[in-house]
């Protein structure tokens, strides 16, 4: 199945994401800097490839990917019960630093939050190759908010920005890896939204490879039931090293193209898989590595 044959449409879910962009400051740039976050970090496995992506533990990098240790469920909510006693925090996380859907540990972490937090908006990030799998036990789970990174909807793009996946014990590579990765993205994109998740697609912009690429990308999340798009600059890593990092006129044209189709979030500060407290403000925004003694 190709994206021209996959048929979108989510259902429309006006009045859940408004109330999402009242309480989360990475879908409300007003709030950005009012109220928290909390990252835990408890998804090491990724089951992809990116060719920019290099996954670190470490107490230095302000990147995703990064964090300065792996919690299990149980140390995760005890973190999580720790920094929102004395800081707005009003959303919790799972952002890696590989991908949330990949580790088990992301069930058994919602699970034990539901009885202790439930009043937390929550949400994951992924990349969606395994959407469609877990898409109805994110609904059952109550999360709030799923952010899918797609880099391209077309395979010929996207196979090289990816090199690999592992996919149901298969490994696999090139074009034929970025199709079921592609058709995946899509395909959960509709399932989970059509289940009233709101949905924000992260799309990271690479000069000279999916730059020109950017709308169409809009274009057909929207058809499939994306919310919010969130266009981001390249960290020139790994194998895209010497890639250049898109400048500030770069990117604020792609967010202005991207506009006419989906609203863009334009204050993220690509965070760690650690990260919690407020997004950007001074002495308040803290990860594992430099969390205040207090906190232990």
Known sequence: ???????????HKGAKF?????????????????????????????????????RSINTEEDRPGVAGS??????????????????AITVVGVAGPGDSLAN????????????????????????????????????????????????AVDPEILKDINGFIVYEGKAYKGLEAAEILSRNQLEGIKKITDLGVVVKVNIVLIPGLNDEHIVEIAKTVKECGADLVNVLPLIPLNKMADYPRPGCGEIEKARSDVEEYLPVFRACTQCRADAYGIPGKKHEDHHIGNAPQSHF
């Open 104 to 151: 088990e540990a992301t069930f058994e972490f919602f699970e034990k939050i539901n009885e202790v937090k439930p009043d937390l908006i929550k949400c994951m990030s992924t990349n969606g190759l395994l959407l469609p799998k877990y898409a109805e036990k994110i609904a059952e789970l109550g999360v709030n908010t799923v952010t899918v990174t797609v880099n």
């Open 1 to 11: 199945m190709t994206k021209k044959d996959l048929t979108c449409g989510g259902s």
């Open 18 to 54: 408004a109330h999402i962009t009242k309480v989360h400051p990475c879908y409300n740039e007003k709030l950005h800097d009012k109220v928290g976050r909390v990252h835990v970090p408890i998804a090491p496995k990724c089951n992809i490839g990116c060719n920019f992506c290099i």
């Open 70 to 87: 792996i919690m299990d469920a149980d140390a995760a909510v005890e973190h999580v019960l720790n920094v929102t006693e004395d800081s």
